[in-house]
């Protein structure tokens, strides 16, 4: 009896390794275009402008949607071909595509709304915002605008303050789970020593429910950055 011929796909593989990078370059985009948003916010540019950002931003998430149903499809073919072991080498063209439109009629506008990227990059828009008195009422008293000022510097004040250190942050991170934040080099730390001692890291802000903090779930968070940069630079100018 002859044995079945060896389909190899190690060139199949290499080009999926290639796809993979290919995310690489579509995050590098979602960053360019988040610190091309803030800056247009601090810069009082033309909320149009602004909004644009987000349009380009929905389209990174649009391309990474295909990229990864595309990936899906191919892994998933190849999979479906190293257990069958066909005598014929199929047509892999025709078998990943047909698996990638499967893929593709399940797409949804919400599904790129929920993208993790976009909905940061959102909470970050309005978080800049709402720091430099955009979305504020144009109708509010001076008398109003003052105490609204004021109150907000205190709690901005307040969310400077890494809960480990209990000092001003450098690089803070945001935790997605629970929206707290802490500084990137503590909390790491304190992961790790958690864990050297097999135990779960609970989120060191106080009242904070949240009893598993994980590294996949920090973020960095440049709106905040960006906004203990800018409250510095006018504490120093007003002294």
Known sequence: MSERPVISLSGVDACVSSLKTCKTYINTGMDITTNVALDLVENHNDPEEINSMEEVMLEY????????????????????????????????????????????????DADIQRNERVVLFKEQIKQMKTQFGI???????????????????TQSQRKFICPITQEEMK????????GHTYEEEAI??????????????????????NKEVRKADLVFDEALKRTIEMWNKQSQSTQ
């Open 135 to 153: 979305q504020s009422g144009a109708e509010e008293g001076p008398a109003l605008e003052q105490v609204d000022e004021d109150i907000a510097v």
């Open 171 to 178: 690089k803070p991170v945001r935790n997605r789970i629970c």
């Open 188 to 209: 790491l730390e304190h992961i790790w020593r958690r864990h050297q001692h097999k135990k779960k890291v609970k989120c060191p802000q106080v009242g904070c429910n």
């Open 61 to 108: 998430a649009t391309m990474n949607r295909e990229l990864n149903h595309y990936v899906q499809a191919v892994e998933e073919t190849v999979k479906q071909i190293k257990q069958d072991k066909p005598e014929i080498i199929p047509n892999l063209r025709h078998l990943v595509m047909e698996r990638f439109r499967n893929l593709e009629s399940n797409n949804c």
